[in-house]
C-alpha cells in the first residue's frame, strides 16, 4: 500500500468512524447536537474527499471545542484513539514534504502498536491478571457488561484465567506481528475480534470502529519498516 | 478548569493503560424529593442494566449505542468528581438524570439528588460505599433541552 493510498484508507475510515459517534450525539443535548452535526458535515466531506485538507483541519480545531465541552473525552480510549488519529492524518495532511507525511502517519501506526504491547504490559505486570482475578473482578462488579447475566462468567475463575492469558499473551507479542505482512493481517484479524467481543460484552462499540480505522496505518508501516 | 490543548496532550501521547487496575465502580442513585432539606430514603439506581441482552441487540449497537456510550460518560463524570471534583460533572450527571425523567411517561417534579456508590471487592465480599452525594438541584431549574 503505497502512502497517499494508506492515508487517504485512514481517512475515509476514520470518517466513517467519527460520523457513526456524530450521530449518537445528534439525540443529545443542544449544545452537543450543534458540536456534531458540525462534525458529521465535516466527516461527509472527508469521506468524499472535498476541499482536502481543510475539512479534516477544521475537524482537528473542532475536537479542542468537544474537548473542552466535555472536559476531556466522552468516551476515555476510544475517543483518544480518534483523537490522535485525527490530528495525525491531519498534520500529515498539511505537512510540507513526502518524509514529515511519513513521520506523522507512522507515529500513528507506532502508537497502534504500543496501544496492544502496553495494554498487554501493564497487565502481566499485575499478580491480579495473572491469576485471573482481575477479569473476574470487570465481570462481577465492573460498570461495563451489558447484561446482568453476563456476571455470571465471573463464577467461571478457570475459564477467565486462560481469557486474562489469552488476552495478555496476544498483546504482548503483537509487535512481533509486524515482521511480515501474513502475520500482521492474521494478527489484526484478532485483533479485530477482540475488539468485537469488547463491543458485544462490554457494549464498547467505539472502540471497534476507530481502532480498525487506524489498521491501514500500521499495514503501511510493516511495509515501510520491513522492505 | 484545564484548557483544551491539555485536554487533547494525553491522546496525542497516550499512556494505553487499559484495565491495567480494576478500581472501584461507580454506580448513579438518584432520588426525587419534596423539598432541598427533605432526606431522600428512596434511592434507585440510575440506568440499571438489563438482566439479559440478545445477540442482535448486541451486533445492533455496534451501528447505535447512544445511550450506554452515555451511561459510560457518566462512569467518567463519577469517577472525575471523586478524583478531581468539579462542577462540570455534578452538572452533566444531574442534567442527564433530569433529561431520562422528563422523558418519561410519568410527569416528575420535587427536588432531584444523586449519590455515587462505589462497588468494590473486599477479600472475597463485594462491598458498596457512598463516596459522594450531591446538594439537591429543582427539577424545574435543570436544563433538559
Known sequence: MTLPDAIRLTQALLALALLQQSLEHLRGFRDERALFLARAVLCVLVLLGVASPWPLVAMAALSLLILHRFQGPYNGGSDRMGLLALWCLTLASLAPSTPFRELFFGYLGAQLVLSYFISGWVKVVNPEWRSGRALRDVFQFSAYPVAESLRALADRPRLLTVMSWAVMGFELVFPLAMLSKPTLIVALVVAGTFHLANACLFGLNRFFWTWLSVYPAILWLQGRLIH | ?145
Not at chain 2, 61 to 71: D, F, I, K, Q, V
Not at chain 2, 100 to 115: I, M, Q
Open chain 2, 1 to 145: 478548569m484545564p484548557n483544551p490543548l491539555q485536554l487533547l496532550l494525553p491522546a496525542l501521547i497516550p499512556s494505553w493503560n487499559f484495565f491495567d487496575v480494576i478500581a472501584p465502580s461507580p454506580r448513579v442513585e438518584y432520588a426525587v424529593t419534596g423539598g432541598a432539606n427533605v432526606k431522600p430514603d428512596a434511592w434507585r439506581e440510575f440506568r440499571p442494566r438489563p438482566a439479559h441482552v440478545s445477540s442482535a441487540t448486541m451486533a445492533a449497537r455496534l451501528l447505535w449505542n447512544p445511550r450506554w456510550n452515555e451511561s459510560l460518560f457518566l462512569v467518567s463524570c463519577a469517577e472525575r468528581l471523586i478524583d478531581t471534583p468539579t462542577a462540570h460533572s455534578e452538572d452533566e450527571i444531574f442534567k442527564r438524570i433530569a433529561a431520562d425523567l422528563a422523558r418519561g411517561p410519568d410527569k416528575v417534579e420535587g427536588w432531584l439528588a444523586f449519590r455515587l456508590v462505589f462497588v468494590a471487592r473486599e477479600g472475597e465480599a463485594i462491598a458498596r460505599e457512598v463516596l459522594f452525594e450531591a446538594r439537591p438541584r429543582a427539577l424545574a431549574e435543570i436544563d433538559v433541552q
